[in-house]
């Protein structure tokens, strides 16, 4: 009997055993970015701590960061001249609001149509539990693992990793290893695996505008009043040109543009029909000299990300706020530097606001986007076990998103990086009702376990 043929039938035989753990870690409200939180986080840390020493038979510890706690975990079993695997993940999660949106409590896993509904069902519990049900198949099977694994599962994901960024050279030793595998990507297409080797980096901005202490009678005051809304909207309507080119000085200047032979080493496929049609999308943004698939990957982007001002609940409120609020990122091809993003934009929207109005620019930070070898030994592997378990030839992608912290782990580990997943941009990550299936979650589980022997 194969080896998949042998994992399989552990798969099968243990199903509702590895269900009803995963929903037990899906239940955990783990969102990082609020404080209210901070409880569950450790909660959260604390039983994946365990749950990892219980059932894989890899040590594991808390490490205590600036932030939330990092979950590590090793077998190192195969011996020094065995290749070393670090597997990255997060336990943390977006906030589910607004909440009146699920169709289910977002904390309490609901099996709908084939589909498992709860906050972080896919982005990242489902594929780090998968990839960690690898380690365990090995270890109930009695089978040796071929290589020597380590887990580094963070709890700041989506908000920054602050802990584990300010922690990682002091890390470098217990991290070190031969390849980097960040399971927290997508898969080409639904029927298709692909392998990420590579991702957009990020800057995030809050603007603030104030026009007065307080709120004023826009009766009033109207015709007087400079109304911060009014002037916000000037001003971000300045950052874009007519064909979608960013106007902030500087913004290209280290943009690269990809050659046709670097084209060729990736899947450019996006059909745009496809993708107005699947969500319901009409008006496409972005640069209009570049295809969909360019704009997404290897073009740099800002977003407005969320604005508030005045009066927006039932009914009316005549109003000039006394104040307006705008949340701006951008996303970071390779070698954009994050902090002179952060300065020039800074730099733009003082220089193009309105006379008289009090500016305040706060920065989260940022980080720098990473490419790998499209031929390294782990991209070989992992494309490779995911054709075997699916019987699709696998493609090799760009990820438009951000995983913050690869680059710097990257830099500092000196490892070579792929990204693999089998999530789809369907799946509702960071929006109501996320969702991911346990047939995926198979085949994740199968091409972790692959990988490990082909490596």
Not at 312 to 341: N, W, Y
Not at 370 to 390: C, D, G, I, P, Y
Request: proline content about 4%; glycine content about 8%.
């Amino acid at each position: 009997m194969s080896s998949q043929n042998v994992l399989q039938t552990w798969f099968s035989q243990n199903f509702k055993i590895v269900q009803d753990d995963y929903f037990h870690f899906l239940r955990f409200k783990s969102i990082s970015t609020d404080a209210a939180f901070k409880k569950e986080m450790q909660s959260c840390a604390l039983w994946l701590k365990d749950y990892i020493a219980q059932k894989t038979g890899m040590k594991s510890e808390l490490i205590e960061t600036k932030g939330a706690p990092l979950v590590y975990a090793e077998n190192l079993t195969a011996g020094s001249n065995a290749p070393t695997l670090l597997i990255y993940g997060h336990y943390d999660v977006q906030p589910a609001d607004p909440i009146d949106l699920w169709e289910n409590d977002p904390f309490e896993p609901t099996l709908r149509n084939g589909n498992i509904y709860a906050r972080g069902a896919a982005d990242n519990k489902g594929q780090i539990f998968y990839s960690l049900m690898a380690i365990r198949s090995f270890h109930e099977l009695g089978i040796k693992l071929p290589v020597n694994v380590k887990f580094c599962i963070e709890g700041e994901e989506e908000s920054g990793s602050h802990g584990l960024s300010l922690s990682l050279p002091d890390l470098k030793e217990k991290l070190k290893g031969d390849a980097l595998l960040v399971v927290d990507f997508d898969g080409f297409d639904k029927e298709t695996p692909g392998i990420s080797l590579g991702a957009r980096g990020i800057v995030a901005l809050e603007l603030t505008l104030t026009g007065s202490p307080t709120d004023l009678h826009s009766g009033v005051h109207g015709g007087m009043a400079y109304n911060p809304n009014r002037a916000m909207v000037q001003l971000l309507s300045k950052l874009w040109d007519d064909k979608g080119r960013i106007q902030v000085k500087g913004f290209y200047d280290d943009v690269v543009v990809m050659n046709e032979e670097e084209r060729g080493q990736f899947s450019f496929a996006f059909d745009e029909k496809s993708y107005s049609k699947t969500f319901d999308i009409d008006a496409i943004g972005g640069e209009n000299d570049f295809s969909l698939a360019e704009k997404n990957t290897v073009r740099p982007t800002l977003e407005i990300n969320g604005l508030s001002g005045g009066y927006a609940g039932m009914g009316f409120k005549t109003v000039i706020p006394a104040h307006t609020i705008a949340k701006l990122s951008c996303r970071l091809v390779p070698h954009q530097d994050p902090e002179k993003i952060i300065k020039n934009l800074t730099a733009f929207l003082n220089e193009n606001v309105v006379d008289g109005m009090k500016v305040q620019v706060v920065s989260f930070g940022g980080e720098k986007a990473f490419r790998s070898s499209t031929s390294s030994k782990l991209a070989t592997a992992v494309a490779k076990a995911a054709t075997e378990v699916t019987g699709k030839n696998c493609k090799k992608m760009l990820c438009g998103g951000s995983i913050p912290i690869i680059s710097s782990m990257m830099e500092i580990l000196s490892m070579d990086v792929v990204g693999m997943g089998y999530g789809l941009p369907t799946d509702d990550i960071h929006a109501p009702n996320e969702h991911f299936d346990m047939n995926r979650f198979e085949k994740g589980f199968l091409t972790v376990a692959r990988t490990l022997e082909l490596l």
